[in-house]
């Protein structure tokens, strides 16, 4: 069951509610309004003093503090957890973090971009401000940034839609992450939460990490921020390095954006099997689109695929993404190099066979042999020209680009300066 907060302090939060009972059925009892998955109750106090508000709703999974959001930032809906990294100046306790929804936050951010009127942006703050004991996961859903917006009944529709979309929604238990750095509207956070499957719990700002202080003082509040957000990663934004070593003592990983991107989608156990097994997502490893189940390893025929890749590289690409569990690369990625990962042999034989056909768009002949890719090709040859006296410039020229050519009265043609050169790539 969601819990939503409105507070009569807030008059944003009174239009979002009033929106709430508009567009829904709801049942009023006991002093509060009920539909299926949802209890709605309203509080005098603003929503940064209530904490242990939970308390007041039947035993609910998520709390949602309807809320306005004030700033310079002209028409915005907002996301964010609650809690100090530092002092706590607007609500709560000092160097405390409510339990976070990351779940349910990337929910509330897909419903606001599917609701907000055209005028609006959407975006995600970083942690800051009470309550930071909420008695269950929770998190702000904003209307702003100042009254006309509070009073813009459409945009209240919005938010109060975006809410009702997150029925059904576990406020924690898929991906997710800490964020550290950044401005304090988390721009890192806020791409990766759009692009990827991951969601984010607490994300402290620059200035959260400056309220904090010394990282190595303040290990429990970061320690607070993983076990409330139930992730073991982090991304941090900038050069940090005193940070990541307490994250690292906590027994936490840093992972870069290329990290999450790449890991995507791909089962978290079989990403740390095969990082164990080959390197990291940052030292070249990169997964296919079969990265789930059993693999086979096997050492990469390189020249093989590097000439393939020099024929089309986008499709030598792709032929590694389609058919492997994971594979090596270089050059951030863009030349597959090294070992790989197969679902089984035929996968590899299908690899092989790929790259053997699209080397057929270059050489007049590929053969695929048991151990073995075989191209042959007639080209032209230099010295083969020199020797029948043609000079070297446009003659040379026409020739290789299979046109004959007089020398001397006599006809040259391209067959009489070729030569069938053979290449063999071990498979």
Not at 4 to 9: F, I
Not at 90 to 98: N, R, V, W
Not at 398 to 408: C, I, K, S, Y
């Amino acid at each position: 069951m969601i819990g939503v907060v409105v507070s009569r302090a807030d008059e944003a939060s009174v239009a979002i509610g009033e929106q709430l009972r508009d567009i829904a059925d709801w049942t009023n009892a006991g002093g509060a309004w009920h539909r299926d998955g949802f209890e709605l109750r309203e509080f005098e106090d603003w929503h940064v003093e209530l904490d242990g508000v939970a308390a007041a709703f039947s035993d609910p999974d998520l709390v949602v503090f309807a809320s306005r959001h004030s700033g310079d930032t002209g028409p915005l809906l907002t996301a964010h957890h609650t809690g100090n990294f530092g002092p706590g100046e607007f609500g709560g306790e000092d160097y405390a973090l409510a339990e976070a929804a990351p779940e349910a936050h990337r929910a509330l951010l897909d419903g606001f971009r599917e609701h907000a009127p055209d005028e609006y942006e959407v975006g995600m703050e970083c942690t800051h401000h009470g309550p930071t004991e909420v008695g269950a996961p929770s998190l702000f859903a904003e209307l702003g940034s100042s009254e006309d917006e509070w009073r813009d009944d459409a945009a209240a529709r919005a938010v109060a839609r975006a809410i009702l979309d997150m029925s059904g929604v576990e406020p924690q238990g898929g991906r997710s992450l800490v964020g550290f750095g950044g401005g304090h509207y988390v721009p890192r956070p806020t791409r990766i939460v759009a692009d990827t499957e991951w969601g984010f719990g607490h994300v402290a700002a620059e200035w959260c990490l400056d309220d904090m202080g010394a990282p190595g003082e303040h290990r429990d509040t970061i320690d607070r921020a993983f076990a409330a957000t139930d992730t073991e990663y982090a991304v941090v934004d900038g050069e940090k390095p005193g940070l990541e070593t307490t994250i690292d003592d906590l027994g936490y990983r840093v992972v870069s954006e290329t990290w999450v991107r790449e890991t995507d989608g791909v089962p978290l156990d079989l990403v740390r099997a095969l990082e164990d097994e080959f390197a990291s997502v940052d030292d070249g490893l990169r997964f296919g689109e079969n990265a789930s189940g059993e693999y086979v390893i096997v050492d990469l025929p390189d020249d093989l695929w590097a000439d393939a890749h020099s024929v089309n590289a986008e499709r030598a690409r792709r032929i590694a993404r389609e058919t492997t569990v994971a594979y090596e690369t270089t050059e951030n990625g863009n030349r597959v190099e090294g070992r790989s990962a197969f679902p089984d042999r035929e996968a590899y034989d299908e690899y092989v066979q790929r790259l053997a056909d699209l080397l057929r768009e270059k050489y007049d002949a590929v053969e695929v042999e048991p151990d073995e890719v075989v191209v042959t090709d007639v080209a032209f040859d230099p010295d083969l020209a020199q020797d029948a006296g043609v000079p070297e410039g446009p003659k040379f020229g026409r020739l290789a680009g299979g046109q004959p050519v007089e020398v001397d009265g006599e006809t040259v043609t391209p067959g009489d300066v070729s030569r069938e050169q053979t290449a063999r790539y071990r498979v």
